[in-house]
């Protein structure tokens, strides 16, 4: 036998066998089987045998099953928003509305927050968030108001004295008694708000005041006729025009509690009779 002849046959060589031989096989390099481009890329490169490879890839398919792939219509968003739990429609959104706050949570706006959250895709669970931000926000600024209001006055005072000079208490006792005279409840509590500190509104009032006297005042404070004073001066013109009203008539049985009637209407207009 040859030397070439003795080193072939004491070269290892694999067994053809169904099981195989476990260290000629495991010597192998298992990426030889693959295309240059595949086995040379740096992600294969990663892994040191074909088990570690495939426990990747079965972890990495489980992963991506449980994935929601990006929308890319309206159908698809609304799929999605629907998967996230919004409701089927906006009325089935609930409302918790802290007690006492009902003024601040008009039925229509609420109705349209909801169509609005439903358009956007909001699931129950984020509507609360935003109506609890929105319930906290009223809040903060109720307890904010009074000092807000105090800065405000403080500010208008300055304003004015600096405006008014020497006549700035003359002016404010003036527009006090335009108040009084010229205002109806409605007014007088719109005065507790920001409007109270209104430049503005005060001048206004100071002008309106500026012929007003203490007895006008007094008078219009004693005066309870339930009548706007626009409207108490319409009804005078109206008895006024009107000669077969019992005002004009001595002996007309009405007649005194229609002298009263316009007496009480004279004050409302003027603060005086």
């Known amino acids: 036998m040859s030397e070439e002849q003795q080193a072939v046959e004491e070269q290892v060589i694999p067994e053809s066998t169904v099981l195989g031989s476990d260290t000629a096989y495991d010597n192998l390099d298992w990426k030889s089987s693959l295309p240059s481009e595949l086995a040379n890329d740096p992600t294969i490169s990663q892994f040191k045998d074909i088990e570690s490879l495939a426990k990747t890839v079965v972890h990495q398919q489980k992963q991506m099953g449980s994935r929601i792939p990006l929308p890319k219509n309206d159908d698809e968003y609304n799929e999605l928003y629907n998967k996230l739990g919004r409701p089927e429609d906006a009325s089935k959104y609930e409302t918790k509305i802290p007690e006492g706050m009902d003024s601040y949570f008009e039925e229509n706006t609420l109705n349209e927050f909801k169509n609005v959250a439903h358009q956007i895709g909001l699931n129950q669970k984020q509507l609360d968030a935003l109506m609890e931000y929105q319930t906290k926000s009223i809040q903060y600024g109720l307890e904010k108001q009074p000092a807000v209001l105090s800065a405000q006055k403080d500010e208008t005072e300055q304003n004015l004295k600096q405006e008014w000079g020497i006549d700035y208490d003359k002016n404010i006792r003036a527009a006090q008694r335009g108040l ?76 005194k509690s229609a002298v009263e009637r316009v007496r009480q209407l004279h004050e409302k207009v003027h603060g005086t009779s």
């Not at 404070?221 to 005078?236: F, P, V, Y």
């Open 180 to 255: 009084q005279v010229y205002g109806d409840p409605e007014i007088a509590e719109l005065m507790n708000t920001a409007a109270g500190n209104n430049p503005a509104v005060v001048k206004l009032f100071a002008r309106l005041g500026a012929e007003v006297t203490e007895d006008m005042t007094q008078n219009t404070q004693n005066n309870n006729l339930a009548t706007s004073r626009l409207d108490a001066k319409d009804e005078i013109e109206q008895i006024f025009t009107n000669y077969d009203h019992p005002y004009f008539n001595g002996n007309h049985p009405e007649h």
